[in-house]
T-cell receptor, first 115, second 116 residues
């Protein structure tokens, strides 16, 4: 089982502040997804990064995949209350035996943006 | 369209009841998943179906019984559950479990299950 550690575990900030969430592992992943989940709802896919060093932007959110494809970061600029939620990273890794992909979830970062 | 639907949204059941959770997707995906999520924790994989065949059972107790009637539907049959089984049950789908670099799962809104 590949472990993905996210930091910080909890983050409470004022509206308009910037923040960065980290997702770290000792394992290499073929791709990495970021999800946002609101209470009582399912995770919503935000982005998938595939190439080492890749940077993707989604409005005020910037996602980066580490050069070695072991880690990733999510940076939010000028956070809004609507950004509040549980952020999950998930790494995809292929089984050596079957070639099938498995998805390994990070430990999660709970973000609260205070108006 | 990246929609996965789940019914019911909420379910309360006694320990002697039999109930079923349903999941549907119309994206032509050939892999479907059941996850269990406890409060403030990431989702935990329970079952994986690939091309309508069960390919992973993560040592889930037999009181949970999955079924994949066709490529669009996934059911989870529940019987004799325990209070500790109360959780958010999530269904997800992906194009397949194959060898492509772009492997993405899309989640449904979940069923909030309470066992009394």
């Amino acid at each position: 089982t590949q472990l993905l550690e996210q930091s910080p575990q909890f983050l409470s900030i004022q509206e308009g502040e910037n923040l960065t969430v980290y997702c770290n592992s000792s394992s290499v992943f073929s791709s990495l997804q970021w999800y946002r989940q609101e209470p009582g709802e399912g995770p919503v896919l935000l982005v998938t990064v595939v190439t080492g060093g890749e940077v993707k932007k989604l409005k005020r959110l910037t996602f980066q995949f580490g050069d070695a494809r072991k880690d990733s970061s999510l940076h939010i600029t000028a956070a809004q209350p609507g950004d509040t939620g549980l952020y999950l990273c998930a790494g995809a890794s292929q089984s050596d035996q079957t070639g099938a992909n498995n998805l390994f979830f990070g430990t999660g970062t709970r973000l609260t943006v205070i108006p | 369209d990246t929609e996965v639907t789940q019914t019911p949204k909420h379910l309360v059941m006694g320990m002697t009841n039999k109930k079923s959770l349903k999941c549907e997707q119309h994206m032509g995906h050939r892999a479907m998943y059941w996850y269990k999520q406890k409060a403030k924790k990431p989702p935990e994989l329970m079952f994986v179906y690939s091309y309508e065949k069960l390919s992973i059972n993560e040592s889930v107790p037999s009181r949970f019984s999955p079924e994949c009637p066709n490529s669009s539907l996934l059911n989870l049959h529940l019987h004799a559950l325990q209070p500790e089984d109360s959780a958010l049950y999530l269904c997800a789908s992906s194009q397949d479990r194959g060898t492509g670099l772009l492997y993405e799962q899309y989640f449904g809104p979940g069923t909030r299950l309470t066992v009394t």
